[in-house]
Antibody
C-alpha cells in the first residue's frame, strides 16, 4: 500500500520561502507524476506542480515561484514556494499522479502552512 | 475563479440518486480525461472516478462517471448519510499546461 506523508514548517513569514517534503513509502518514486496540490481554508483545490523522471511542470499561475524536486535515494520529493504572502496560506497535499490522465490516486493527509509574521 | 464549473451544492434524500455536473472547455474536459474526488470533512480527497468513467478498486458501483463534449457528470445512487462530502472534478488543461479542478460541490443528504 502506497503511503505519502508531508512534513515541514507550519508557519512561514511573508516574503520567505515555504519548503515541504513528501516521503513516499510502499512504492518506488522513480515513476509516476509526484504532485503538490493545495487547498486554502474553506476553498477548493489548486494544482501546484509535479515532478517526473522526464522533468517537472508547474502551474503558470504561480509563475516562477515554484520548484518541485525529487530525491530518489530517500524516496522523497519536495516543494519550494518563494516570496510567500498570506494568500499562500493553505493545506498542502502531496499526491501520486498519472500524467496523461491527470488523476491522483494516493494522497498525503495534508499539512497546514500559515503565512504570517 | 475555477477553470471547471461545478454547482456549489446539491442535495437529495437517503436512497435517492444525485448527479453533479462539471463544465469546462475544449482545452480541458473536451480533450482530456476527467477524474472525480470525494473529500469528507477534515480528510484528504479520495479518488472516486478516473479516466471519465473508471472506478478504482474498492469504490462501490453506486458511484459512476460520464463525459460528453466539454462536460462531465458524477452520479451517485442509493445515497447514504456517509456520502455527505465535498466533490471535485479534475482534469488537465492543455492550453494552460496545468492540472485544473472544479470549485467543488457540497452534497447534503437530507
Amino acid at each position: 500500500q502506497v503511503q505519502l506523508q508531508e512534513s515541514g514548517p507550519g508557519l512561514v513569514k511573508p516574503s520567505e520561502t515555504l519548503s515541504l517534503t513528501c516521503t513516499v513509502s510502499g512504492g518506488s518514486i522513480s515513476t509516476y507524476y509526484w504532485s503538490w496540490i493545495r487547498q486554502p481554508p474553506g476553498k477548493g483545490l489548486e494544482w501546484i506542480g509535479y515532478i517526473h523522471y522526464s522533468g517537472s511542470t508547474n502551474n503558470p499561475s504561480l509563475q516562477s515561484r515554484v520548484t518541485v524536486s525529487v530525491d530518489t535515494s530517500k524516496n522523497q520529493f519536495s516543494l519550494k514556494l518563494s516570496s510567500v504572502t498570506a494568500a499562500d496560506t493553505a493545506l498542502y497535499y502531496c499526491a501520486r499522479g498519472y500524467g496523461t490522465s491527470a488523476f491522483f490516486d494516493y494522497w498525503g493527509q495534508g499539512t497546514l502552512v500559515t503565512v504570517s509574521s | 475563479q475555477s477553470v471547471l464549473t461545478q454547482p456549489p451544492s446539491v442535495s437529495a434524500a437517503p436512497g435517492q440518486k444525485v448527479t453533479i455536473s462539471c463544465s469546462g472547455s475544449s482545452s480541458n474536459i473536451g480533450n482530456n480525461y476527467v477524474s472525480w474526488y470525494q473529500q469528507l470533512p477534515g480528510t484528504a480527497p479520495k479518488l472516486l472516478i478516473y479516466d471519465n468513467n473508471n472506478r478504482p478498486s474498492g469504490i462501490p458501483d453506486r458511484f459512476s462517471g460520464s463525459k460528453s463534449g466539454t462536460s462531465a457528470t458524477l452520479g451517485i445512487t442509493g445515497l447514504q448519510t456517509g456520502d455527505e462530502a465535498d466533490y471535485y472534478c479534475g482534469t488537465w488543461d492543455s492550453s494552460l499546461s496545468a492540472g485544473v479542478f472544479g470549485g467543488g460541490t457540497k452534497l447534503t443528504v437530507l
